[in-house]
């Protein structure tokens, strides 16, 4: 189950949270000022999430790698992706 807290009344109960989301498989939401700022999961959770994100980068390398053109140097990609 997914609760929302606030920021400040989750430094509060920081320890409580914890063991929530450590041994009972809770999930928070911290807000501040009404909005959505972070999480707190379980770490099952959070691995199912990384799990999901590499299949989605191992999916997009494969779409990448079957398309067609020259390629890109290493430097010149580094460059426009890191700036």
């Known amino acids: 189950m997914l609760k929302k807290i606030t920021t400040a ?38 691995a199912l999430l990384q799990e999901l994100e590499d299949r989605i980068d191992i999916e997009d390398a494969w779409k990448t790698k079957k398309e067609t053109g020259d390629p890109i140097p290493w430097e010149e990609l580094k460059k426009e992706l890191i700036g």
């Open 9 to 46: 009344d989750a430094r509060k109960k920081f320890a409580e949270i914890v063991n929530q989301v450590a041994y009972g498989s809770e999930s928070f939401v911290l807000t501040r000022r009404g909005q959505a700022v972070a999480a707190i999961v379980p770490m099952k959770e959070l």
